[in-house]
């Protein structure tokens, strides 16, 4: 996919004018996809007033779903979002570029000797197996970094997470303090269909389980959207994710 930047930012040392830039990358297309940045922001809006008193935060993984991560983060940071989740370390380094003073979530976890990368760009891992944790326990120890993390519990997707009798397990840490986690979370398994009965299981485990972290904010199903509309607001943030476009070529409006 060809990628049309707005013509305010020209290619370093780029001969030709930023609106030349653009024309000639669109003159090369065979299909152009003008991303409306306005509709994207009227669309989070809608769904943070749905969320409250929740935070919403935006899912831009898989470079926005193909709608232009760079793009859509500052246009969402500009209209109040204030924490974006992604897939990997790569993926957040382009955003943070993008939005300086967002919390950034990364799906992938965390792993040997990626510690250096998260701090250098105050990227927070989300947790998904108790040797992800013991890896980020030593890495914090070994340099003082306090940038934070996020625990995901599997609460019947049956895929990433950690156990309930896992997460039951961190629970004196985290009534001792000075934990460092900055919010637990889970992923909703069928949250496209509204009145599935493993959607109010899963709410209920979840609850349940995040009642027992105190202090830390939690979150539900951060990939998927729907869950915003199944009628139960999760605790204390939600988030939405993109939809992703088929084009070659990507222009954005505002």
């Known amino acids: 996919m060809n990628i049309v930047s707005d013509p305010k ?6 001969v030709l004018s930023p609106e030349a830039n653009q024309a000639a990358a669109l003159a090369t297309a065979s299909a152009v996809l003008t991303v409306d940045l306005d509709a994207i922001i009227a669309n989070w809006r809608k769904l943070e007033k749905s969320a409250v008193p929740a935070e919403c935060a935006g899912v831009v993984k898989a470079n926005a779903y193909g709608c232009g991560a760079e793009q859509v983060a500052r246009a969402l940071a500009g209209a109040g979002c204030k924490t974006f989740f992604v897939a ?55 340099t003082g970094w306090a940038g934070g993390a996020a625990i995901h519990i599997d609460t019947g997707m049956n895929r990433l997470g950690l156990t309930i009798i896992e997460a039951q397990g961190i629970i004196p840490r985290i009534n001792a303090g000075d934990h460092g986690i900055t919010l637990v979370m889970s992923h909703l398994a069928c949250a496209e269909t509204l009145n599935h009965p493993l959607n109010a299981k899963q709410l209920a485990t979840f609850r349940e389980i995040a009642s027992l972290f105190s202090g830390v904010p939690a979150c539900t199903s951060v990939p998927r959207s729907s869950s915003t509309w199944c009628g139960r607001a999760p605790p204390s943030m939600a988030s939405i994710r993109r939809r992703r476009p088929t084009t070659r070529c990507s222009r954005w409006s505002s």
């Open 88 to 142: 990997t370390l790569g993926e957040a380094r382009v955003v943070r570029a993008a939005v300086p003073a967002a919390a950034i979530y990364v799906l992938d976890g965390f792993f040997q000797n990626t510690g250096d990368a998260y701090a250098r760009i105050d990227a927070r891992p989300v947790i998904g197996d108790l040797n992800e944790l013991a890896e980020w326990d030593v890495f914090c120890r070994r």
């Open 9 to 14: 930012f020209a290619p370093p040392g780029s």
